[in-house]
C-alpha cells in the first residue's frame, strides 16, 4: 500500500468545521521585532505585526485596493525606511493605504480622510501575547473566544527559565494524530523508552487531561506526568522525575487540512536567583532532552499513513473518546455541549492500573488546567472558576 499523502478534517469523520474553534500558535513573539511578518494558517494568509503601543494586531494579508500583501514586502520604500507601522496602524506598502487594528482603512495619503471607503475594511482577528508566543482565537464563524489562553503559573515564577521554542515546521498529518498521543498509552514504551505502568485519561468539558507514569529507561527515573489540552492546539505536560519538575509545551496549529506546524518548549525553575549559567545550561538540555523524545514521535507522524479510524484494542488506550474530545472543535459551541456531555468523565484502560486518586487532591494539579485572562483574572477550564 501507498502512504496517503494526508487525510482533511472530513476524513476523520470530525464535524461540520474544516478547522476548528480554539487558540492556536501562530509565531514566537520575538518574531515580530524586525517588523511585520506574513503568516498562513487554516488556509489563510495573514498579516502579523506589534503597533507601537505594543500590543499586537493580526489582520487579512490582502489590501482590498489592489490585492497587496500588506506584510510581506520588504524591499517597498516605506518597509525599508520602517514606515509601515503607524500608532497599531499598518500601511500597504503599495500605495500606502493605513489600516488600523479593527481593519478598518482610516487615511490614505492621495484621498480625503473622511472618505476612506468602508468596503476596504478587512478583518482582524483575536490575538493575545501568552508566554512568549502569539496565539489567535481562530473561528471559523468569527465568534468570540469562548475561554481565555492556556497560563502556567511557573512562568511567572521568579525562578523560571522560560523557553525559546524550538520551531519543528509542519508536518503532513492532521493535528488529530497529534492529539491522539492524549490516549496512546502503548506507544509510551516502544516510541518513549518509559513503559507506562498507570493510566488514565479524563475529560471535563474543554479540558483533556492524561494521567500516567512510568520509569524512563534513559534517565532510569521514575517519570509520573499530567499532560492537558485545553483547546485542541496546545498541550502543557508537567512532568516529575529524579526529584524535579518541569512543564513541556507542544503546539499545534492547521496550516491547510492536514497539515499541521509544530512548536515544543520546555519550562523549569533555576536553583539559583539569579540564574547561573549551569542553571541555564541544565534548563536548555532539559529541553534537548525532551525534545529528543519528542522527536520520536514526530518521526512516525512524519512517516506514517493517516489513521482515520483506529483499530482499537481493548488495551489500547481511549483514542474513541479523545477524538471525540476533539471533535467539540469543528462544531459550534452549542453543538459542542452535546458531545462534552458524551464524552465527560474519566477513562481508564480495562484492567489496568489507574494513577493514585490521592494525586488530584494533593495540590499537584493545582497549577494544571489554568487559562488567565488579558486582565489578569486566572481560572480553571476544569471548574470553569476563577483561581486566586
Ligand atoms: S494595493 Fe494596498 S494601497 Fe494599493
Ligand atoms: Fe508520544
Not at 509565531?27 to 515580530?32: C, G, H, M, S
Not at 506589534?50 to 500588506?70: N, Q
Not at 468570540?144 to 525559546?164: G, S, T
Not at 539569579?274 to 534537548?288: C, G, I, N, V, Y
Request: proline letters at 6%.
Amino acid at each position: 500500500m501507498a502512504k496517503k499523502e494526508t487525510a482533511g478534517a472530513a476524513d476523520y469523520g470530525l464535524g461540520p468545521y474544516k478547522y476548528p474553534r480554539g487558540w492556536f500558535v501562530i509565531a514566537e513573539a520575538n518574531e515580530l521585532d524586525d517588523g511585520p511578518i506574513a503568516k498562513t494558517f487554516f488556509d489563510k494568509d495573514f498579516a502579523l505585526y506589534r503597533g507601537k503601543s505594543g500590543r499586537v494586531v493580526l489582520l487579512d494579508a490582502y489590501c482590498k485596493h489592489m490585492g497587496t500583501h500588506l506584510a510581506a514586502s520588504k524591499t517597498a520604500y516605506i518597509a525599508q525606511t520602517e514606515d509601515l507601522i503607524e500608532g497599531d496602524s499598518i500601511r500597504c506598502p503599495y500605495h500606502a493605504w493605513r489600516y488600523n487594528e479593527k481593519g478598518d482603512v482610516d487615511h490614505i495619503p492621495y484621498h480625503d480622510a473622511t472618505k476612506c471607503p468602508k468596503s476596504a475594511s478587512i478583518e482582524s482577528y483575536h490575538v493575545r501575547e501568552v508566554m512568549g508566543m502569539i496565539m489567535m482565537w481562530h473561528h471559523p464563524e468569527g465568534g468570540e473566544p469562548e475561554l481565555e489562553p492556556p497560563y502556567l503559573p511557573m512562568w511567572d515564577d521568579e525562578r523560571a527559565i522560560h523557553w525559546q521554542l524550538d520551531h519543528l515546521g509542519t508536518l503532513p498529518i492532521h493535528g488529530i494524530e497529534i492529539t491522539d498521543n492524549m490516549a496512546d498509552a502503548q506507544h509510551l514504551g516502544p516510541t518513549h523508552g518509559s513503559p507506562v505502568e498507570y493510566f488514565e485519561n479524563e475529560i471535563k468539558d474543554g479540558v483533556v487531561i492524561q494521567r500516567q507514569g512510568g520509569v524512563l529507561a534513559v534517565y532510569k527515573s521514575k517519570l509520573d506526568s499530567v499532560t492537558w489540552y485545553s483547546t485542541p492546539g496546545v498541550l502543557c505536560s508537567k512532568q516529575t522525575w529524579a526529584g524535579m519538575t518541569m512543564v513541556e509545551l507542544i503546539c499545534n496549529t492547521p496550516v491547510s487540512d492536514g497539515v499541521s506546524q509544530c512548536w515544543h518548549g520546555v519550562l523549569s525553575l533555576s536553583d539559583h536567583n539569579p540564574a547561573t549559567h549551569a542553571d541555564m545550561a541544565k534548563a536548555k538540555a532539559l529541553q534537548e532532552g525532551a525534545l529528543t523524545a519528542f522527536a520520536a514521535d514526530f518521526d512516525v507522524w512524519s512517516n506514517k499513513t493517516p489513521a482515520t479510524k483506529v483499530m482499537r484494542l481493548k488495551k489500547d488506550g481511549r483514542f474513541d473518546m479523545v477524538r471525540k474530545w476533539v471533535s467539540q472543535w469543528y462544531m459550534s459551541a452549542e453543538d459542542a455541549e452535546a458531545v462534552r456531555a458524551e464524552v465527560n468523565g474519566f477513562h481508564p484502560i480495562p484492567d489496568f492500573p489507574r494513577p493514585d486518586p490521592a494525586k488530584k487532591t494533593s495540590g499537584y494539579e493545582d497549577d494544571c488546567f489554568l487559562t488567565r485572562g488579558a486582565d489578569g483574572t486566572v481560572r480553571s477550564v476544569y471548574t470553569g472558576e476563577e483561581v486566586k
